[in-house]
């Protein structure tokens, strides 16, 4: 290296270490070098270690006017860190690089790059409390700054439309391709989400496969339809697949320009829960709805002190094998009285499960069950196993099963009186959790069995792999007013795959005579349901366990 291209490169050091974080000045270090080799641009990119573009990318560092570039650029490559790389682009001139300039050039691309990573990482930082990292969309803070910009800027917050969306089963994505392909899917899927998006409009994602969107009224009903088929491409086993990602979706119409921006997303929310509940793609948010939500807020509130007072009573449903008539078991039921009056269990134990706090009345449940038998054990009389459910919220827990056991052994009952029920799940790793808790109950001598079998979606795999004692049909197998012979076919391949696995087979939900008919006709003999009995409270199921006989 000459002594002028000596000096030249250590000014050019001095002023990128001078530069501090300001691209700018960056770019004025850069231009005395590129003016000396006759660079007719110099541009840079980010790329992750998958290959593909985070941050800042395609950056222009060096453009010079009426100058087209000679040939291939020369290409830098530099690895800061392991987790990205730093492309550097070299353009010519007026004629191709010479070797030893590609080599010159290669030592100011060097700080240039370490310089972008520097501003890469400070960026990173500064956004990591309001940008959801893996899709580079705004998290729940930066969603609430983007719409207080909006609105500091003059927009009425009346002209939006605020959205609450999650895929529809993404979980069978990450089942079938895996967790990092179902990644790729879900940061290609926001990729094509923020394409749609105005830049008075708001998009964000809260995690999972979870996003929020403030869209103009105008544009909402564009904005559902695309929403209905988001074609994402994937490569698997070396092909290319295109999924057509579908959602469910809330929206709340906001109505006046002075709304609590808190509320733009809670009431969403309220919409998208209200969609899953009753099966249906899309659900608006009502003032009805809104009145039901702040009455669910007023419970949950109260609900510890609740918990403490007593306030919930279990109640026994009476399961009755429908060939002799006979009293066999319950399943024990929570309900809440409040001031003398009945607080649905539709509105309470949606809400309980949502937030987590579940599990707290789930043993409460169990303790009063298990008190219960006791003190008709100590009255003599006899009683019958009572099944209590558990939500999968609490497998959380790693020692749930280990807690269950030890209110049982407490309690001083036997375990046979003891059922617990839980509700199968489509997700892969939760699946597996499932899976150890049963394990875990079945090695510990306490019975188990799986809820609304055949509600949604069903595995077989739930049969192979979990040492269950009971499987309990969901009401929607006999819940029709026309039985078809493929009603009958499938309930008889069930109950039969089930019977040859030893495990025992219920039906809750049985009401009429011709849903009794058909089930015993196809081997299913124990009935839950309000044909033989309501939820008893504990004194009226007493006078069950005296007389355990219901007429045939």
């Given at each position: 290296?000459t002594?002028e291209?000596?000096?030249?490169?250590?000014?050019?050091?001095?002023?990128?270490?001078?530069?501090?974080?300001?691209?700018?000045?960056?770019?004025?270090?850069?231009?005395?070098?590129?003016y000396y080799y006759?660079?007719?641009?110099?541009?840079?990119?980010?790329?992750?270690?998958?290959?593909?573009?985070?941050?800042?990318?395609?950056?222009?560092?060096?453009?010079?006017?009426?100058?087209?570039?000679?040939?291939?650029?020369?290409?830098?490559?530099?690895?800061?860190?392991?987790?990205?790389?730093?492309?550097?682009?070299?353009?010519?001139?007026?004629?191709?690089?010479?070797?030893?300039?590609?080599?010159?050039?290669?030592?100011?691309?060097?700080?240039?790059?370490?310089?972008?990573?520097?501003?890469?990482?400070?960026?990173?930082?500064?956004?990591?409390?309001?940008?959801?990292?893996?899709?580079?969309?705004?998290?729940?803070?930066?969603?609430?700054?983007?719409?207080?910009e909006?609105?500091?800027?003059?927009?009425?917050?009346?002209?939006?439309?605020?959205?609450?969306?999650?895929?529809?089963?993404?979980?069978?994505?990450?089942?079938?391709?895996?967790?990092k392909?179902?990644?790729?899917?879900?940061?290609?899927?926001?990729?094509?989400?923020s394409?749609?998006?105005?830049?008075?409009?708001?998009?964000?994602?809260?995690?999972?496969?979870?996003?929020?969107?403030?869209?103009?009224?105008?544009?909402?009903?564009?904005?559902?339809?695309?929403l209905?088929?988001?074609?994402?491409?994937?490569?698997y086993?070396?092909?290319?697949?295109?999924?057509?990602?579908?959602?469910?979706?809330?929206?709340?119409?906001?109505d006046?320009?002075?709304?609590?921006?808190?509320?733009?997303?809670?009431?969403?929310?309220?919409?998208?829960?209200q969609?899953?509940?009753?099966?249906?793609?899309?659900?608006?948010?009502?003032?009805k709805?809104?009145?039901?939500?702040n009455?669910?807020?007023?419970?949950?509130?109260?609900y510890?002190?609740?918990?403490?007072?007593?306030?919930?009573?279990?109640?026994?449903?009476?399961?009755?094998?429908?060939?002799?008539?006979?009293?066999?078991?319950?399943?024990?039921?929570?309900?809440?009285?409040?001031?003398?009056?009945?607080?649905?269990?539709?509105?309470?134990?949606?809400?309980?499960?949502?937030?987590?706090?579940?599990?707290?009345?789930?043993?409460?449940?169990?303790?009063?069950?298990?008190?219960?038998?006791?003190?008709?054990?100590?009255?003599?009389?006899?009683?019958?196993?009572?099944?209590?459910?558990?939500?999968?919220?609490?497998?959380?827990d790693?020692?749930?099963?280990?807690?269950?056991?030890?209110?049982?052994?407490?309690?001083?009952?036997d375990?046979?009186?003891?059922?617990?029920?839980?509700?199968?799940?489509?997700?892969?790793?939760?699946?597996?959790?499932?899976?150890?808790?049963?394990?875990?109950?079945?090695?510990?001598?306490?019975?188990?069995?799986?809820?609304?079998?055949?509600?949604g979606?069903?595995?077989?795999?739930?049969?192979?792999?979990f040492?269950?004692?009971?499987?309990?049909?969901?009401?929607?197998?006999?819940?029709?007013?026309?039985?078809?012979?493929?009603?009958?076919?499938?309930?008889?391949?069930?109950i039969?795959?089930?019977?040859?696995?030893?495990?025992?087979?219920?039906?809750?939900?049985?009401?009429?005579?011709?849903?009794?008919?058909?089930?015993?006709?196809?081997?299913?003999?124990?009935?839950?349901?309000?044909?033989?009995?309501?939820?008893?409270?504990?004194?009226?199921?007493?006078k069950?366990?005296?007389?355990?006989?219901?007429?045939?």
């Amino acid at each position: 290296m000459t002594r002028e291209k000596q000096e030249l490169y250590l000014q050019y050091i001095r002023e990128v270490s001078e530069a501090g974080g300001d691209m700018d000045k960056l770019r004025e270090a850069l231009t005395g070098v590129a003016y000396y080799y006759h660079i007719s641009a110099i541009e840079a990119e980010i790329l992750g270690d998958d290959g593909r573009g985070i941050g800042q990318k395609e950056v222009v560092l060096f453009e010079r006017e009426n100058a087209s570039p000679v040939g291939e650029p020369v290409r830098y490559v530099f690895d800061p860190d392991g987790s990205s790389k730093i492309v550097i682009y070299v353009y010519a001139s007026d004629r191709p690089f010479e070797e030893e300039e590609k080599e010159e050039l290669g030592l100011f691309c060097a700080h240039a790059g370490f310089f972008l990573e520097l501003i890469r990482l400070r960026n990173f930082m500064n956004s990591a409390g309001t940008i959801q990292f893996s899709t580079n969309l705004y998290n729940v803070n930066g969603y609430y700054e983007r719409i207080a910009e909006l609105v500091s800027q003059g927009n009425g917050l009346g002209s939006y439309s605020s959205f609450c969306f999650n895929i529809k089963s993404f979980s069978d994505v990450n089942r079938r391709y895996g967790r990092k392909l179902g990644n790729v899917a879900l940061e290609g899927y926001a990729s094509l989400l923020s394409k749609m998006i105005l830049p008075d409009e708001v998009l964000g994602h809260m995690g999972g496969d979870n996003f929020i969107a403030l869209i103009k009224k105008g544009r909402q009903q564009w904005f559902i339809e695309r929403l209905g088929d988001i074609p994402v491409e994937i490569e698997y086993k070396g092909k290319k697949e295109k999924l057509h990602l579908g959602a469910t979706i809330g929206i709340w119409e906001i109505d006046r320009d002075d709304i609590n921006i808190d509320d733009i997303v809670a009431r969403a929310y309220l919409g998208v829960n209200q969609a899953k509940r009753v099966h249906t793609n899309i659900s608006f948010v009502t003032e009805k709805l809104v009145t039901q939500m702040n009455n669910l807020k007023a419970v949950l509130e109260y609900y510890d002190k609740a918990l403490e007072d007593e306030e919930f009573r279990v109640y026994y449903q009476p399961k009755v094998d429908s060939r002799t008539g006979m009293l066999v078991g319950a399943e024990g039921l929570v309900r809440w009285f409040h001031d003398d009056k009945m607080i649905s269990p539709g509105i309470f134990i949606p809400a309980l499960d949502d937030n987590g706090t579940i599990i707290s009345l789930d043993y409460y449940v169990l303790k009063h069950a298990c008190r219960d038998i006791k003190e008709w054990i100590d009255k003599g009389y006899d009683p019958v196993p009572v099944s209590v459910n558990f939500s999968r919220r609490d497998l959380k827990d790693k020692l749930l099963a280990e807690k269950i056991n030890n209110i049982i052994e407490e309690a001083g009952i036997d375990k046979k009186y003891i059922e617990v029920e839980i509700t199968e799940t489509v997700d892969e790793e939760e699946h597996g959790v499932l899976s150890g808790f049963i394990d875990k109950l079945y090695r510990m001598d306490i019975m188990t069995a799986v809820d609304d079998f055949g509600s949604g979606y069903s595995s077989l795999a739930t049969l192979r792999e979990f040492q269950i004692h009971t499987l309990k049909l969901d009401r929607s197998f006999v819940n029709t007013d026309d039985f078809s012979w493929k009603d009958e076919i499938i309930l008889r391949d069930v109950i039969h795959m089930a019977g040859e696995l030893s495990m025992d087979v219920l039906c809750e939900g049985v009401e009429r005579d011709d849903q009794l008919a058909l089930l015993n006709s196809v081997g299913c003999y124990v009935i839950q349901g309000y044909y033989y009995d309501k939820p008893l409270p504990k004194e009226d199921f007493e006078k069950r366990l005296i007389d355990k006989q219901y007429k045939k």
